[in-house]
């Protein structure tokens, strides 16, 4: 089984920065993503990374404010978030899979954490 079992979240003020943990992550050749999700959008995709390589995505709004990393020993992926808006506000979670088509859909991962809350107020 996989379980991932994300955290870091919290509440900030526009401007501040988050780091996300997403633990039990880690299997060979497989990706893990951020996604986000609100009661008034989609799921929508964050940031990738791919385990072995490390080779990185992220939504082409991100404007370099998000950077994804793994630690290998700890098996975990992090998702520092900087320069946080309040359009930033979501339930974020943490999705592991092959992946083999769009990394950017989440119908393409399959096992999911439970979300970790990001606000940030104006």
């Known amino acids: 089984q996989v379980r991932l079992v994300e955290s870091g979240g919290g509440l900030v003020h526009a401007g501040a920065s988050l780091r996300l943990s997403c633990v039990g992550a880690g299997r060979t050749n497989w990706i893990v993503a951020w996604f986000r999700h609100t009661p008034t959008t989609e799921r929508e995709f964050v940031a990738a990374?791919?385990?072995?390589?490390?080779?990185?995505r992220y939504v082409d709004s991100n404007e370099g404010r998000f950077t994804i990393s793994r630690d290998t020993a700890k098996k975990t992926v992090y998702l520092q978030m900087n320069g946080l808006k309040p359009e930033d506000t979501a339930d974020y979670y943490c999705?592991?899979?092959?992946?083999?088509?769009?990394?950017?859909?989440?119908?393409?991962?399959?096992?999911w954490g439970q979300g970790t809350r990001v606000t940030v107020s104006s």
């Open positions: 999705a592991t899979g092959e992946a083999v088509g769009d990394r950017t859909r989440p119908d393409n991962y399959v096992f």
């Open positions: 990374i791919t385990w072995n390589l490390g080779t990185t």
